[in-house]
């Protein structure tokens, strides 16, 4: 699980502005975080790439999530598919 600190920049068109994030991302590599968070940030905020900047990751243990999703997705021991 990784924690990912950084700044996008929101508006780019108009007013740019650029904003902090926190997110926390399951993933078993680095590379794959940062995939999917470019991913999300991408789909949700309409942002490219080259308009968000990484400041610093951190790797952390699941109980230390802060995010309620994250963490109760790290704490199932099984999976049930009807």
Known sequence: MFR????MLIGHDSV???RKFVKEI????LEHA???????LGSKHKV?????KILKVEEIPPDQAI??????LSSLTKMVIE
């Open 4 to 7: 990912i600190y950084g700044y």
């Open 16 to 18: 740019p502005e650029w």
């Open 26 to 29: 399951r993933a078993l590599k």
């Open 34 to 40: 940062l995939e999917k968070l470019y991913s999300e």
């Open 48 to 52: 490219k790439r080259a308009h968000i």
């Open 67 to 72: 995010d309620r999703y994250v963490r109760d």
